[in-house]
């Protein structure tokens, strides 16, 4: 409980602009015992891209949760969605010599360096959730995104019948997750010839510039059917927006299975949201740190599976 504590101080802090600095100017958060660290003791450093949508703030309170549980020390820092503070980060990290590091980057290829100072400087490094373009990453633990964006796609044109006009809410240009969710919504657009996407916008996860960007689309578009969202917490900045012009009728549809977005699928708000198990993601991307510090075989890649939710079996996710 300690840690889930001071993981949400730390979100509200950076949020309001408060968070605790390190001499790169971002914000940071130590997870582990407050005596002088043993020697014996796994110490690993952990870069988020930012923390102001659900996905990263489930993933890092579920990683403090079993980093205590198995008695591994974590450096936790916010990149604040910005590149170039993610590469300060990390090179911070090798100056306080960390066993390993782990990566969750705004950008694919601008943190391409992150690895590669990382392996240079003999520490072993991973990336989670989100692809970074450089094969000297030592794994990857994550969901199959353009799987995640067939589902979005399939399951909009089915509740529209096959038939109507769609818009897509992206996640920041040219993060993994926004490339490859729009090419599954791509590939599965091409199964129906009678689904038209009027717009493509990002609004880089963020419920507030979704609903900037879904307020122009209804103003402009005399018929729109459905909004497609690339997060759930732009889908539920979309749902405010729809909520307030009276537009019942709208499917939308997310990712990520955010409590609120599970929330909104049980009350209608939502067609669906894909589940990604941040909880899942965490814990095997700790253990991977692990093994591979310890001199164990890892592979390249873990795959978490994706899970579709609607309101037939939204009830057993909220009970989790």
């Given at each position: 409980m300690r840690h889930r504590i001071g993981i949400l101080l730390l979100v509200l802090c950076l949020l309001a602009g408060c968070g605790a600095s390190d001499q790169n100017g971002s914000g940071t958060i130590s997870q582990g015992s407050s005596e002088p660290r043993d020697d014996n003791s796994l110490c690993i450093g952990i870069t988020l891209y930012g923390l102001e949508n659900d996905y990263m703030v489930r993933?890092?309170?579920?990683?403090?949760?079993?980093?205590?549980?198995?008695?591994?020390?974590?450096?936790?820092?916010?990149?604040?969605?910005?590149?170039?503070?993610?590469?300060?980060?990390?090179?911070?990290?090798?100056?306080?010599?960390?066993?390993?590091?782990?990566?969750?980057?705004?950008?694919?290829?601008?943190?391409?360096?992150?690895?590669?100072?990382?392996?240079?400087?003999?520490?072993?490094?991973?990336?989670?959730?989100?692809?970074?373009?450089?094969?000297?990453?030592?794994?990857?633990?994550?969901?199959?995104?353009?799987?995640?964006?067939?589902?979005?796609?399939r399951e909009t044109a089915e509740a529209l019948g096959g038939k109507g006009t769609v818009a897509v809410?992206?996640?920041?240009?040219?993060?993994?997750?926004q490339v490859e969710r729009r090419n599954g919504i791509q590939q599965e657009l091409q199964k129906y010839e009678d689904i038209q996407v009027l717009s493509c916008k990002t609004a880089n996860w963020s419920g507030l510039e979704a609903q900037v960007v879904v307020q122009k689309w209804l103003n402009t578009f005399e018929e729109l059917d459905a909004i497609i969202a690339e997060n759930d917490s732009m889908a539920l900045g979309a749902v405010?927006?729809?909520?307030?012009?009276?537009?019942?009728?709208?499917?939308?549809?997310?990712?990520?299975?955010?409590?609120?977005?599970?929330?909104?699928?049980?009350?209608?708000k939502m067609q669906m949201t894909v589940f990604q198990n941040a909880e899942a993601q965490a814990e095997t991307a700790l253990n991977v740190i692990r093994d591979t510090i310890a001199g164990k075989p890892v592979?390249?890649?873990?795959?978490?599976?994706?899970?579709?939710?609607?309101?037939e079996n939204v009830t057993e996710y909220l009970e989790k």
């Open positions: 993933f890092a309170t579920a990683v403090a949760d079993y980093a205590e549980e198995q008695g591994i020390e974590l450096e936790l820092y916010a990149g604040n969605y910005d590149a170039s503070t993610q590469i300060r980060q990390v090179e911070q990290m090798i100056e306080d010599q960390l066993d390993g590091i782990i990566l969750i980057p705004q950008s694919s290829a601008d943190c391409v360096s992150c690895v590669d100072k990382a392996v240079e400087a003999g520490i072993p490094i991973i990336s989670v959730n989100t692809r970074v373009a450089n094969d000297r990453l030592t794994s990857y633990i994550g969901s199959n995104d353009t799987e995640a964006g067939e589902i979005l796609l809410l992206e996640g920041p240009i040219g993060q993994s997750a405010d927006v729809a909520e307030k012009q009276g537009k019942d009728d709208l499917v939308i549809v997310g990712v990520d299975g955010s409590q609120e977005a599970l929330e909104a699928v049980q009350q209608g592979e390249s890649a873990y795959w978490i599976p994706l899970e579709v939710v609607t309101k």
